[in-house]
T-cell receptor
Framework: AAGVIQSPRHLIKEKRETATLKCYPIPRHDTVYWYQQGPGQDPQFLISFYEKLESDKGSIPDRFSAQQFSDYHSELNMSSLELGDSALYFC??????????????FGEGSRLTVL | QKEVEQNSGPLSVPEGAIASLNCTYSDRGSQSFFWYRQYSGKSPELIMFIYSNGDKEDGRFTAQLNKASQYVSLLIRDSQPSDSATYLCAVKEDTGGFKTIFGAGTRLFVKA
């Protein structure tokens, strides 16, 4: 079965650079989420999209933005990168409509290292 | 106060014992509750979800929900070394949206 696909899996950037992470949700899932997980930390909710519209916003810095496109893939854009942005970024998708349980299916994550 | 609170552990139990993991949440209107397991460096994967007060059993796992006390727990019977991981409690809050908030996780070690 198709899973959530994230790219790139690893990314190394310098401070003040820009990074873009991509996420392809499971087909027919209606919700996409972005989480940031620092070393030894719990996943911190950044933002979510339901049917391509922003549905919730969490602790996402103003330097970050995200969107979901017509083909349901989502991108997280991070600008003016700081050392503290180094983390594992997870994308997850879920199905809330119909018989969906709301279970989050996670991608394998994109590890961002800012030097 | 964090929205979802868990004892970070580590919780250490011998093989074959029962591991008990606890979680409290602050949003009284929360409707959906999940337990995820996360191995180091890997993505979280769902163990169980529960929506109604009471117990829900699935194999060696039992989730318990008490909405009046805003408390969710996960029991793991016959613990195995392969159960050693971080267990994340997650709650979908009653915000009208889809935000799912995670607790800090409890690290479980099962000693062989």
């Amino acid at each position: 079965a198709a899973g959530v696909i994230q790219s790139p899996r690893h990314l190394i950037k310098e401070k003040r650079e820009t990074a873009t992470l991509k996420c392809y949700p499971i087909p027919r899932h209606d919700t996409v989420y972005w989480y940031q997980q620092g070393p030894g930390q719990d996943p911190q909710f950044l933002i979510s999209f339901y049917e391509k519209l922003e549905s919730d916003k969490g602790s996402i810095p103003d330097r970050f933005s995200a969107q979901q496109f017509s083909d349901y893939h989502s991108e997280l854009n991070m600008s003016s990168l700081e050392l503290g942005d180094s983390a594992l970024y997870f994308c997850a998708s879920s199905l809330w409509g119909g018989a969906g349980t709301g279970e989050l299916f996670f991608g394998e994550g994109s590890r961002l290292t800012v030097l | 106060q964090k929205e979802v609170e868990q004892n970070s552990g580590p919780l250490s139990v011998p093989e074959g014992a029962i591991a008990s993991l606890n979680c409290t949440y602050s949003d009284r209107g929360s409707q959906s509750f999940f337990w995820y397991r996360q191995y180091s460096g890997k993505s979280p994967e769902l163990i169980m979800f529960i929506y109604s007060n009471g117990d829900k059993e699935d194999g060696r796992f039992t989730a318990q929900l008490n909405k009046a006390s805003q408390y969710v727990s996960l029991l793991i019977r016959d613990s195995q070394p392969s159960d050693s991981a971080t267990y994340l409690c997650a709650v979908k809050e009653d915000t009208g949206g889809f935000k799912t908030i995670f607790g800090a996780g409890t690290r479980l070690f099962v000693k062989a």
